[in-house]
């Protein structure tokens, strides 16, 4: 009986961890709220707005919104930048509202000569965070952070 007490006290304070940090090579953003899926729609494209985004793509029957490529500085004294792009998808459930937030990436200097729609990458919990794959990670998985009272939880598809 000591041995299970002592191996779930262990185990617990990991699965509390991993709750709330993202797995490596997640690319999926799930914000849980008790919003309707209006309210959540409205918020989150708010969020966008107030952290520099344009909306690109407005779907209210459908709840999904996407935003224009946005340049985002992030390294070393923020001297680099990076170009963002973050769709989202909002259902609603028999309990709660789901938000479903992705990304997409690329390098502006490799965007100045190659098409951003053709070239981006997904983005996920990879690479370290001074590079373009971890900075751009931090930035969606801090637009994420921004709805209140959500429960977040992340996924690899």
Same mark, same amino acid.
């Given at each position: 009986?000591?041995?299970?007490?002592?191996?779930?006290?262990?185990?617990?304070?990991?699965?509390?961890?991993?709750?709330?940090?993202?797995? @490596?090579?997640? *690319? =999926?953003? /799930?914000?849980? !709220? %008790?919003?309707?899926? #209006?309210? &959540?729609?409205?918020?989150?494209?708010?969020?966008?707005?107030?952290?520099?985004?344009?909306?690109?793509?407005?779907?209210?029957?459908?709840?999904?919104?996407?935003?224009?490529?946005?340049?985002?500085?992030?390294?070393?004294?923020?001297?680099?930048?990076?170009?963002?792009?973050?769709?989202?998808?909002?259902?609603? @459930?028999?309990? *709660? =509202?789901? /938000?479903?937030? !992705? %990304?997409?990436?690329? #390098?502006? &200097?490799?965007?100045?000569?190659?098409?951003?729609?053709?070239?981006?990458?997904?983005?996920?919990?990879?690479?370290?965070?001074?590079?373009?794959?971890?900075?751009?990670?931090?930035?969606?998985?801090?637009?994420?952070?921004?709805?209140?009272?959500?429960?977040?939880?992340?996924?690899?598809?």
């Amino acid at each position: 009986m000591k041995r299970i007490l002592l191996i779930l006290t262990l185990i617990m304070p990991l699965f509390c961890f991993s709750q709330t940090t993202a797995p @490596k090579k997640a *690319n =999926t953003i /799930i914000l849980k !709220t %008790g919003l309707s899926a #209006d309210e &959540a729609f409205k918020n989150f494209g708010r969020i966008l707005i107030k952290e520099g985004f344009t909306m690109e793509t407005l779907d209210k029957d459908f709840y999904m919104l996407s935003t224009k490529v946005k340049t985002c500085n992030y390294g070393m004294l923020n001297a680099a930048k990076l170009n963002i792009k973050i769709n989202c998808q909002i259902d609603q @459930k028999e309990e *709660n =509202t789901e /938000i479903k937030i !992705t %990304g997409s990436a690329i #390098d502006v &200097a490799l965007s100045r000569t190659l098409s951003f729609d053709a070239n981006s990458f997904v983005v996920s919990n990879r690479g370290p965070k001074s590079s373009v794959a971890g900075a751009s990670w931090l930035i969606m998985d801090g637009l994420a952070k921004k709805l209140e009272g959500a429960e977040i939880s992340y996924l690899i598809e």
